[in-house]
Nanobody, 124 residues
Framework: QVQLVESGGGLVQAGGSLRLSCEAS????????VAWFRQAPGKEREFVGA????????SYGDSVKGRFTVSKDNAKNTVYLQMNSLKPEDTAVYYC?????????????????WGQGTQVTVSS
């Protein structure tokens, strides 16, 4: 399994931006697909976006399309989630996750490695 460490969460006003980082420690992402999920209190974990192992395929959840961007820097062994035009409903704990499968799956059950999560709070 890949060990993942997220960073970059915080408090931001509605309309603002944040960039989250997910770094693999101990080994590279290699052929793993890396995804971002989020979970708000009392709600199920939601797929946010993902990038395939070679960066050739990127997918987003409907609620963030056009506002969030997933990118990958292989040299830094880091995947980013750029979040723009943030809304109060984006408030959640954000997790990155890795899957050894080359296909992007939106279900959390397909991902075997998870970070500890980082809190994002958007004030109105």
């Amino acid at each position: 399994q890949v060990q993942l460490v997220e960073s970059g969460g915080g408090l931001v006003q509605a309309g603002g931006s944040l960039r989250l980082s997910c770094e693999a420690s101990g080994r590279t992402f290699g052929s793993h697909t890396v995804a971002w999920f989020r979970q708000a209190p009392g709600k199920e974990r939601e797929f946010v976006g993902a990038v395939s192992w070679n960066g050739g395929s990127i997918s987003y959840g409907d609620s963030v399309k056009g506002r969030f961007t997933v990118s990958k820097d292989n040299a830094k062994n880091t995947v980013y989630l750029q979040m723009n035009s943030l809304k109060p409903e984006d408030t959640a704990v954000y997790y990155c996750a890795a899957s050894p499968r080359s296909t992007i799956f939106t279900g959390s059950m397909w991902y075997e490695s998870w970070g500890q999560g980082t809190q994002v709070t958007v004030s109105s």
